[in-house]
């Protein structure tokens, strides 16, 4: 599935991201923290990494995936907070 830059850090707390800078992915993690004027983000710690800041200044990029939920209803697009763009297409499947 394609990802998305995302630019507005602070409503990406507790998601799954990739950070990139000039085109490369240098790291993928949830966030852990973000400043609410979307200046720095912090990728929370993991196996194999401690918690990191990112500074949007020094160029990094909060990249998203868009999820699909699950159950009844269900969304195929991004929140509109991800993407305020778009509209939400809510669709029901039949159990």
């Not at 979307?38 to 990494?49: I, Q």
Request: hydrophobic share 40%.
């Amino acid at each position: 599935m394609p990802t998305y830059r995302h630019d507005n850090w602070d409503q990406l707390i507790g998601a799954l991201i990739e950070v990139r800078k000039n085109q490369k992915v240098l790291r993928t993690g949830r966030v852990d923290d973000a400043m609410s004027d979307s200046s720095c983000l912090w990728l929370a710690a993991d196996a194999n990494n401690n918690r990191a800041l990112f500074e949007a200044a020094e160029g990094y990029e909060a990249w998203v995936e868009p999820l699909q939920l699950e159950g009844r209803l269900f969304n195929r697009m991004p929140a509109p907070a991800l993407h305020p763009e778009t509209q939400v297409q809510i669709v029901c499947r039949p159990e």
